[in-house]
């Protein structure tokens, strides 16, 4: 198991950018894939994007195929997700997530608490 902590929430307005940030414990965490995953309310956790061990691979849910960028720090055990152009439909609570590389909530067995993003129109 993996310890995560989500940073970098907060309220924006429509059209601006956030950084989030995870931040993970032990040195197995460079050998899992890592993932960001989103949860509005009333509605199920979906996938957002994801990033390989190595960095090398990366998959995004198509509405934010070019607003949102995924990356990874293994040396620093740190993932990052770099959110700009956000809209309204982009207001949820945001968890970090290691496990297997892909788009399924069940492939992934580390959860971070969550960060709140607030996007306002």
């Known amino acids: 198991q993996v310890q995560l902590v989500e940073s970098g929430g907060g309220l924006v307005q429509a059209g601006g950018s956030l950084r989030l940030s995870c931040a993970a414990s032990g040195r197995t965490f460079r050998r899992y894939a890592a993932g960001w995953f989103r949860q509005a309310p009333g509605k199920e956790r979906e996938f957002v994007a994801t990033?390989?061990?190595?960095?090398?691979?990366?998959d995004y849910t198509d509405s934010v195929k070019g607003r949102f960028t995924i990356s990874r720090d293994n040396a620093e055990n740190m993932v990052y997700l770099q959110m700009n152009s956000l809209k309204s439909e982009d207001t949820a609570v945001y968890y970090c997530a290691a496990g297997s590389y892909g788009v399924y909530v069940q492939g992934y067995h580390s959860w971070g608490q969550g960060t709140q993003v607030t996007v306002s129109s």
């Open positions: 990033i390989s061990w190595s960095g090398g691979s990366t």
